[in-house]
């Protein structure tokens, strides 16, 4: 009698447990292959929390389905498949991270960089390890403030995992203008002692000045304490003619020009439009100001 021919060993293995994401439970992740398996789906992961179970049968079932031609008969390991849901732990360094960067988009935007500290503890949960985004149910309707409540739904891209409640401390930093020392009405910038400070603007609710570098077209329009940041209302352009002055105005009727010594009745910036007198008819007429010595009149 001859011996019963040897049955080639399975290339294939159930595992018992497979740990899933949201996207659902492929061929690939329930068997230990020494060749590889194709990425295909067999159905729906559990709900986070829960567990469900895949049998030989039902695989067989979905892969005829699917089109594939792979028989489970050789396949070594268990008859049933347990299925849960891949997890990690949910920090408060998670937590921070999620509020401040969804506050930071919605909230803050480009008036400086967020900074959030929790006034609790957070206690750590376990939640589906795959990428998570935040969104905000409630918050006060002042926004964000130096202390204030949040709550807050967390999901994977497929599902909600609930909703939360968390409080925190907050600063928003960017570099400023500020008066290094005490600063005069009508000075001009240029002149002042002016230095960038990374400060908290959190409670800043007017706009900030804006310049790249201290230049002389800009002045102060009221006096400034030493320490105290600048705002976009505390600079005006800088007055080139002013009151009694006698400047040259410029006549401009379409290709003709006419120049003529004028008596300035009021101080003027560049751009802006001032009174001047004729002083030889006496006559008011109003112009442009160009630079320190020229008005431009259109007729």
């Known amino acids: 009698m001859f011996p019963a021919p040897a049955v080639e060993p399975s290339n294939f293995q159930l595992r018992a447990t497979v740990a899933a994401d949201s996207t659902g439970i492929f061929l690939n992740q329930i068997a230990d292959t020494r ?15 829960k ?3 895949l049998n030989r049968e039902q695989i067989s079932t979905r892969l005829r389905a699917a ?5 489970l008969s050789n396949w070594s390991g268990p008859e049933t498949i347990r299925i849960t849901r891949r997890t990690h732990a949910f920090t408060e360094a998670d937590l921070l991270n999620l509020v401040t960067e969804t506050l930071q988009r919605d909230c803050v935007k480009d008036k400086g960089e967020l900074e959030l500290r929790p006034t609790r503890p957070w206690a750590e949960l376990n939640l589906p390890e795959e990428p998570l985004t935040l969104k905000i149910l409630e918050q006060p309707t002042a926004g964000v ?13 497929r599902e ?10 907050a600063h928003v930093w960017r570099e400023v203008w500020v008066a290094h020392s005490p600063i005069r009405r009508s000075e001009s910038l240029d002149t002042a002692d002016v230095i960038r400070e990374r ?11 804006d310049f790249v570098a201290p230049e002389g077209s800009l002045e102060f329009s009221e006096p400034i304490l030493a320490g105290n940041i600048l705002l976009a209302r505390t600079l005006k352009p800088r007055k080139v003619v002013h009151r009694g002055q006698i400047a040259q105005a410029v006549l401009q009727d379409g290709s003709l020009a006419i120049t003529m010594k004028v008596e300035v009745l009021e101080d003027g910036a560049p751009g802006q439009i ?9 006559r008011d007429v109003s112009g442009k100001v160009v630079n320190e010595q020229t008005l431009l009149i259109t007729l």
Do not use: M
Not at 37 to 45: I, N, V
Not at 160 to 169: K, M, N, P
Not at 274 to 282: E, F, W
């Open 274 to 282: 001032v009174r001047a007198r004729n002083p030889l008819t006496r």
């Open 199 to 209: 400060r908290d603007v959190l409670a800043v609710r007017e706009a900030l000045a």
């Open 35 to 49: 060749e590889a398996l194709p990425a295909l789906r067999l159905g729906d992961s559990p709900a986070f929390g």
């Open 51 to 53: 567990t469900s179970t």
């Open 67 to 71: 089109g594939s031609d792979l028989s």
């Open 145 to 157: 403030t130096a202390a204030f409540v949040v709550r807050f739904e967390l999901r994977t891209a």
């Open 160 to 169: 909600g995992l609930g909703v939360w409640q968390a409080s925190f401390q």
